[in-house]
């Protein structure tokens, strides 16, 4: 932290189980910046929190400089524009990162509200609706990373880039869902063998393996969470 | 040179009006196909297989899709002029975080709290209203979103609350006004003024009596659901 190299001051305002605070996390370890990571306590917001983000009241936020920048993808372009020298995160050609920043908007506006659907869900059909979209999502996915990875190891090429971060740092999600849904598979060998490879060398990059948490741990948080969602959908 | 770029739109969309302005201000011929919606064309269906939906700007063959994500893609291989994203990171993380939120929070809440009923409209009423004063104080001393000139946020935004005055008109419902929200107001109005900008709008009456029209199928549609 004293040795930040010009780096300026960076603090990231998150929690451990969030996805969404795994992206700014892993964009800062390719590009080697340290940083203070402000953990959130569970079921309440900080004053910084509530100061640095009034719109949404959200994590993660990125202080830089005590600047606050808010939305995971967007904190993700601002580590990858601020930080140019390190190693990019964003694909250089023009309609790369229009296809790139497509992809990382597929994954947060359809194919995760599903996971929170199937988690959370109230009757056995919507959980199952639930699951059926997000099997069609990962077909979907699949056929990106085929097209867009041209036979290397990630969507980014050779090393993890803007996708890979989006999608990637759901992963943990991903897996204790299939434990909590008994067993259902959405990494599947024979349906998505593409993503079953991407997501072991993903969970084994040096800037990802200490940032994405053991399942186990994310299906204890889970239930806390879960149990948060159903009482307030209860009292409402 | 016009068969380089196409963008599949439809007449009464904003997000489509969004990449018009976009494609005028950087000075660039292009072929506009209007999509009927209702009987999308093989051009759309395949240039936007996940989300079928419009605006698609397809240049050299390649398509692209999602406004923002078009805008920022005709922003970036287009430098020459007008540009519409600022250069340095913290102001361009800034303008992705506003139309962002027009786009995820604004648009959706707005069309609860013109269409929904009960408590629900009440509720988006409310949040609606605070959308609008978090835009307010963003733009006040500006004179753009964009600062001196306009750019992103000020295309994004402009054409979605140009829409939804026309939703305003058609329900007859005050949430937007002069008194509450000057400052947008006053913006509104100075890039109505801007003649490349107002081009790029429909004719006012067309688009409420088209808004009218589909506001009635979809009342129409949810009442004979609730019957059934």
Wanted: hydrophobic fraction near 45%.
């Amino acid at each position: 932290m004293a040795n930040n190299n010009n780096n300026g001051d960076v603090k990231l305002i998150g929690a451990w189980p969030s996805p969404f605070v795994m992206r700014p996390r892993i964009a800062l370890n390719i590009k080697s910046v340290e940083y203070e990571f402000l953990q959130e306590q569970f079921g309440s917001k900080s004053d910084l929190l509530l100061k640095s983000n009034p719109v949404h009241k959200k994590i993660p936020v990125l202080l830089h400089n005590d600047k606050p920048i808010c939305e995971s993808n967007i904190i993700v372009e601002y580590i990858d524009e601020v930080w140019s020298a390190g190693p990019s995160i964003l694909p250089s050609d023009a309609h790369d990162r229009a296809v790139a920043r497509f992809w990382a908007a597929y994954v947060d506006e359809k194919w995760f509200p599903n996971v929170r659907g199937a988690a959370a869900a109230s009757s056995e059909e919507a959980k199952n609706a639930a699951v059926d979209q997000l099997k069609e999502g990962m077909a979907l996915l699949e056929g990106a990373y085929v097209e867009i990875s041209k036979g290397k190891d990630f969507f980014g090429g050779e090393k993890i880039g803007f996708i890979d971060i989006a999608f990637g740092s759901m992963l943990a999600w991903l897996r204790a869902l299939q434990v909590m849904l008994g067993g259902v598979k959405l990494l599947d060998e024979e349906k998505t063998p593409g993503l079953c490879k991407w997501a072991a060398k993903f969970s084994a990059d040096p800037a990802v393996k200490d940032v994405l948490p053991e399942t186990e741990k994310i299906i204890e948080f889970a239930k806390l969470l879960v149990a948060k969602i159903k009482a307030a959908a209860a009292s409402s | 040179m016009a068969k380089e770029i196409k963008l599949l739109g439809t007449w009464a969309s904003p997000f489509s009006h969004r990449i018009e302005l976009a494609l005028k201000l950087k000075g660039l011929q292009f072929q506009y196909l209007e999509e009927d919606l209702s009987n999308k064309s093989q051009l759309l269906l395949q240039s936007n297989p996940v989300h079928k939906k419009i605006p698609v700007l397809i240049h050299n063959g390649n398509p692209i899709s999602e406004s923002l994500l078009i805008m920022e893609y005709i922003d970036e291989t287009w430098q020459h002029q007008n540009p519409l994203l600022p250069k340095d990171p913290y102001g361009r993380a800034a303008a992705r975080f506003w139309a962002k939120f027009i786009d995820e929070k604004v648009l959706w809440t707005a069309f609860k709290a013109y269409n929904d009923k009960g408590k629900e409209q009440e509720d988006a009423i409310e949040e609606f209203s605070q959308q609008l004063k978090f835009l307010e104080e963003e733009l006040k001393g500006k004179e753009y979103f964009g600062g001196e000139r306009f750019g992103f946020v000020d295309i994004a935004s402009f054409f979605i609350l140009q829409f939804l005055r026309v939703l305003q008109e058609v329900k007859e419902a005050e949430l937007m006004t002069e008194e509450k929200y000057p400052v947008l107001f006053e913006w509104m109005e100075k890039l109505q003024g801007n003649e490349v900008v107002a081009g790029c709008l429909p004719p006012r009456e067309k688009h409420v009596a088209y808004v009218r029209a589909r506001r009635a199928a979809a009342e129409e549609a949810a009442s004979k659901t609730k019957a059934a």
